[in-house]
């Protein structure tokens, strides 16, 4: 069945096409009467508007893109949950591209979007960051970053406070009497992993507890490397009590190793993870983690690109905080 063009409607209502996309349009130029049975008909016929056609007229593709570094990251999925969100209640859609934690192809993703015509950009943890001032200019798109992961700051960004969610994780430790605190880090978290790893050391110099370097291994963000820096800090000749990871993906993977290693979870080893995804309440124990507000943060971002697609002038960077959450993988120190 081919589609209803203005020029079908216009010929069932006996206007010119002019006056039927007046009429689609609420243009005040069509007498009220006139209006409502051109936009009758348009129902009665199953009229839908052509997004090319109407982009053709507006320069605008109501399209958004948005760059991840992997789909398969559950923390993605929520921040592009709440992308959606509003971008769809403001009549917007959204592409979907990989950069796979790889700067040029993330440079490469954005361009082609660029070349697409989408009316906005967003970047999840950019591997790129401040490196966009230079392109800004020559394409004129918007562009905000949401947990951008290279050093120095970018004209609009959505962010995670690391520094302070760390220390509340490594302090709630301290407060349970912990003072063998080991930090399981990303070695390729970049700027996430910097400031988790200092809200880390901030916490243990607030409490006068000396920084153990041989308490520092880094793995890759995944439960694999979760367990082989999990089974170098049991190999120590003084395990810590206590295990802070760089993100919960990271703690199922220590969680595993505790248990081959016939170790138990809090009553030999605490254990703290970052981001509570879904599958944090159901590990066992529960795990204790710092909740990012993925669906709120990937909201926030597509409010502020809705901002500057207005015109509006808006805040430089808009951080948003962590809030500790704690079930039943810590307890205090036998």
């Known amino acids: 069945m081919s589609s209803v063009s203005i020029k079908d409607i216009a010929r069932v209502a006996k206007v010119s096409h002019s006056t039927v996309s007046r009429a689609l349009h609420n243009s005040p130029l069509v007498r009220r009467e006139t209006a409502e049975r051109i936009r009758r008909i348009a129902e009665e016929m199953g009229y839908r508007p052509s997004a090319v056609a109407?982009?053709?007229?507006?320069?605008?593709?109501?399209?958004?893109?948005?760059?991840?570094?992997?789909?398969?990251?559950?923390?993605?999925?929520?921040?592009?949950?709440?992308?959606?969100?509003?971008?769809?209640?403001?009549?917007?859609?959204?592409?979907?591209?990989?950069?796979?934690?790889?700067?040029?192809?993330?440079?490469?993703?954005?361009?082609?979007?660029?070349?697409?015509?989408?009316?906005?950009?967003?970047?999840?943890?950019?591997?790129?960051?401040?490196?966009?001032?230079?392109?800004?200019?020559?394409?004129?798109?918007?562009?905000?970053?949401i947990n951008n992961q290279h050093p120095g700051e970018f004209v609009h960004s959505v962010m995670i406070d690391n520094v302070t969610a760390?220390?509340?994780?490594?302090?709630?430790?301290?407060?349970?009497?912990?003072?063998?605190?080991?930090?399981?880090?990303?070695?390729?978290?970049?700027?996430?992993?910097?400031?988790?790893?200092?809200?880390?050391?901030?916490?243990?110099?607030?409490?006068?507890?000396?920084?153990?370097?041989?308490?520092?291994?880094?793995?890759?963000?995944k439960p694999e490397e979760g367990m082989r820096a999990m089974e170098r800090l049991l190999m120590l000749s003084s395990p810590p009590t206590a295990v802070f990871c760089y993100n919960d993906m990271t703690a199922l993977g220590a969680l595993r190793m505790i248990r081959m290693r016939g170790l138990r979870v809090p009553e030999d080893i605490s254990l703290v993870g970052f981001d509570d995804l879904f599958i944090?309440?159901?590990?066992?124990?529960?795990?204790?983690?710092?909740?990012?507000?993925?669906?709120?943060?990937?909201?926030?971002?597509?409010?502020?690109?809705?901002?500057?697609?207005?015109?509006?002038?808006?805040?430089?960077?808009?951080?948003?905080?962590g809030e500790l959450i704690i079930r039943h993988s810590t307890a205090p120190p036998r």
């Open 54 to 145: 109407r982009s053709l007229v507006t320069r605008k593709t109501k399209t958004i893109g948005v760059v991840v570094t992997t789909i398969a990251d559950p923390f993605i999925a929520e921040v592009v949950s709440g992308i959606e969100e509003v971008a769809n209640d403001h009549g917007y859609s959204v592409f979907l591209a990989n950069s796979n934690a790889d700067p040029d192809r993330e440079i490469k993703v954005v361009h082609s979007f660029h070349e697409r015509r989408v009316d906005g950009i967003l970047v999840t943890a950019s591997r790129v960051g401040a490196l966009y001032m230079d392109h800004l200019s020559e394409m004129k798109v918007p562009i905000v970053l």
């Open 166 to 221: 760390s220390r509340a994780a490594t302090d709630h430790l301290i407060q349970l009497g912990h003072r063998r605190i080991a930090y399981i880090g990303d070695q390729f978290g970049y700027q996430s992993d910097t400031e988790r790893f200092a809200g880390y050391r901030q916490a243990l110099e607030r409490a006068g507890l000396t920084f153990q370097p041989e308490l520092v291994v880094h793995g890759d963000g």
């Open 280 to 321: 944090a309440s159901y590990t066992e124990p529960p795990l204790t983690t710092i909740r990012q507000p993925k669906r709120q943060m990937g909201r926030r971002a597509m409010e502020l690109l809705l901002q500057l697609l207005r015109g509006e002038n808006s805040q430089q960077t808009i951080w948003m905080q």
